[in-house]
C-alpha cells in the first residue's frame, strides 16, 4: 500500500510525526513534511530522506499547493499544552486548529486525495468514569477544560463526514489517541503536557516538586513511537469516517505517572502535590475492543518502558529537546502572527505568571523576550506611538489580567460564592475587552483582528474607566 506513494506529512516535526515519517522512510514512500518549524530544526529532526516544506496551513491557497499531486495525506497538526492552556488560551488553540484542519481536508478533497488520515484526541471525549468508547463521543460536552480543544476535534471528524454523505469521498480516516508522549515532545514546563513537563522539571532539579492537583487522577498513555505504528495500520484498515481510539486502554494515576518518572531520573526528587490546581477529568481512559476488533490492536510498549526511553532520549538530545520550536526566525523577523494588542495583553499576562508561577519563571521569561522583541519590532517599523492615553490603556490592562487572575483561584475555593464570582469574571473581562479595543484603535489594527463585544460590565461601580 505504501511504496512508492507520494505521502505528505502535515505537522510531521512533532511527537508523532517524526517516529511516523521514519516508518514512512523504511516502507519506501516519497515523503513530504509541512511545518511551521524552521528548516534547520525539521533537518535535524528528519534527516536527509525526506521533502520539507516551511508553511502555514492557516491559508487554504498553501494547502492546495502543497496535497496537489499526493497520494496520501497524515494530519498530525495539532497545538499541544497543558491543563492551564485548555483554560485560559483557548482562541489561540481553537481558531488556528479550526484553519489548519477545514484548509487542510478541503484542499486534499478537491485535489482528489485516496487516503486522509485524522487525528482526532481523547480530548473530544465527555466525561466518563468507565473506557471511553468511540460511539459515546455525542452524549455531553467534553469537560470544562477540554471544551473548547474537544470541540474543535470533533467538528474535523465532522467534516469528513460531511464529504462522505455528500460526495461519496471514502478517503477519511480517524484516530482519536490517549495522551501521547515520547522522544521530540515539547519538553517546556509551561506549555508541555504532564509527562515532559514533569520529565524537564525533575532532570533539571526541582525539589520539591510540586504538581498539579491530588495525584488522583486517571490517565491512559500511548507511547509516541507505537502510536505512529498503529497510525499506519489505521490508514490501511480502518473504514471511512469510523473512529478508531489508539490508546493503551489501561489507567495510570498522575501519582504513579509522577514516581515512575521519579525512578527514570537520575536523582529522584520529593514530590508535593497542590490539591488547590486543577487536574482535568478524574478518569480518562479509552475502551481498545473496536482496534482490537479492526486492526487487531495489541499494546507493545507500557508506560514504564516508554518512560524509561523518554527519559533517555531527552538526557542524550537535552539541547535538542529544549529548542524552541515554531517559528524560527531572525532577528528582524516576528515571531507571532498576532496584532500589537495581543501581543501587549500576553505581554501583561506572562509578567502576572512569572512572579505568581515561580516554579515555571524561566519558561515565562523566554515567552516575554520573544513578545518583547515583536513589540520592539513593531514600534521601529512605525505601528506603535507612544501616548499618555496608550501608557493608561496598557496600565488598566495589566490591572484587569491580574484581577482576573486573582478572582480565578477565588472561584476554584469558594464554591458558595461562585455564581457571584463568576458573575464578577465576566465584568471584570468586559473592561478587559473594552481595553483591548482601544488598543486596537491606538496601533491600528482594527482591522486585523475581530473587536470585542462582552463588555458585559452592568452593575459594575466603582470599576468606571475614565480614558476617553
Given at each position: 500500500?505504501?511504496k ?12 508523532i ?39 502555514d ?9 502543497v ?7 497524515f494530519?498530525?497538526?495539532?497545538i ?14 481553537f ?25 482526532s484526541?481523547?480530548?473530544a ?5 468507565s ?10 460536552l467534553?469537560?470544562q ?18 464529504y ?16 501521547v ?78 514516581e ?5 531520573v ?6 508535593e ?57 531572525t ?36 515567552e516575554?523576550?520573544k ?98
Open positions: 500500500m505504501y512508492d506513494k507520494k505521502v505528505l506529512v502535515a505537522g510531521g516535526t512533532g511527537t510525526g517524526i517516529p511516523l515519517i521514519k516508518r514512512l522512510v523504511e516502507l519506501k514512500t516519497n515523503v513530504t513534511v509541512v511545518s511551521t518549524d524552521s528548516v534547520e530544526y525539521a533537518k535535524a529532526v528528519l534527516g536527509d530522506n525526506v521533502s520539507f516544506v516551511q508553511m496551513l492557516t491559508n487554504f491557497n498553501n494547502c492546495l499547493r496535497t496537489k499531486n499526493q497520494d496520501y495525506v494530519n498530525l497538526v495539532g499541544k499544552g497543558s491543563t492551564g492552556i485548555g483554560e485560559t488560551k483557548v482562541a489561540s488553540y481558531v488556528p486548529m479550526l484553519r489548519f484542519q477545514t484548509n487542510l481536508m478541503e484542499a486534499s478533497f478537491r485535489n482528489d486525495i485516496s487516503r486522509y488520515l485524522f487525528v484526541s481523547v480530548c471525549y465527555p466525561q466518563l468514569s473506557p471511553k468508547e468511540e460511539d459515546c463521543l455525542w452524549n455531553g467534553p469537560k477544560n477540554d471544551r473548547i480543544p474537544g470541540l474543535a476535534k470533533r467538528i474535523g471528524e465532522v467534516q469528513g463526514e460531511a462522505l454523505q455528500e460526495h461519496g469521498w471514502d478517503a477519511v480516516r480517524i484516530v482519536r489517541p490517549s495522551n508522549y515520547g522522544p521530540f515532545d515539547d519538553f517546556d514546563p509551561a506549555t508541555a503536557q504532564v509527562i515532559p513537563a514533569l520529565i524537564r522539571r525533575m532532570i533539571d532539579g526541582e525539589n520539591p516538586i510540586k504538581v498539579w492537583g491530588d495525584g488522583s487522577a486517571v490517565r491512559d498513555f500511548i507511547f509516541s513511537e507505537e502510536l505512529a505504528d498503529w497510525i499506519l495500520v489505521a490508514l490501511e484498515k480502518a473504514p471511512p469516517c469510523v473512529p478508531i481510539n489508539l490508546g493503551s486502554g489501561k489507567g495510570v494515576t498522575i501519582k504513579e505517572l509522577a515512575t518518572i521519579a525512578q527514570c537520575p536523582e529522584p526528587p520529593q514530590i502535590w497542590d490539591a488547590t490546581k486543577p487536574s482535568g477529568d478524574p478518569v480518562r481512559i479509552l475502551s481498545m475492543e473496536r482496534a482490537k476488533k479492526l486492526m487487531g490492536f495489541k499494546l507493545k510498549t507500557d508506560i514504564k518502558e516508554g518512560i524509561k526511553k523518554t527519559v533517555d532520549w531527552y538526557l542524550d538530545n537535552e539541547e535538542l529537546a529544549n529548542q524552541k520550536k515554531g517559528y524560527i526566525l532577528s528582524k523577523e516576528r515571531q507571532f502572527l498576532l496584532p500589537l494588542a495581543e501581543l501587549i495583553d500576553r505581554l501583561t499576562i506572562g509578567q502576572i505568571k512569572e512572579v505568581l508561577i515561580p516554579e515555571n519563571k524561566k519558561s515565562y521569561a523566554q516575554m523576550q513578545l518583547a522583541h515583536d513589540i520592539d519590532l513593531m514600534i521601529e517599523e512605525g505601528e506603535l506611538k507612544l501616548s499618555a492615553r496608550l501608557i493608561r490603556i496598557i496600565i488598566v490592562l495589566s490591572q484587569m489580567n491580574l484581577h482576573i487572575w486573582y478572582n480565578k483561584d477565588k472561584m476554584q475555593n469558594d464554591q458558595d460564592h461562585y455564581l457571584e464570582l463568576l458573575k464578577f469574571a465576566h465584568q471584570l473581562n468586559g473592561i478587559r475587552n473594552q481595553m483591548k479595543n482601544l488598543l486596537l484603535e491606538e496601533t491600528g489594527d482594527k482591522e486585523k483582528s475581530a473587536i470585542r463585544t462582552n463588555f458585559n460590565t452592568d452593575n459594575l461601580k466603582g470599576w468606571d474607566i475614565s480614558i476617553e
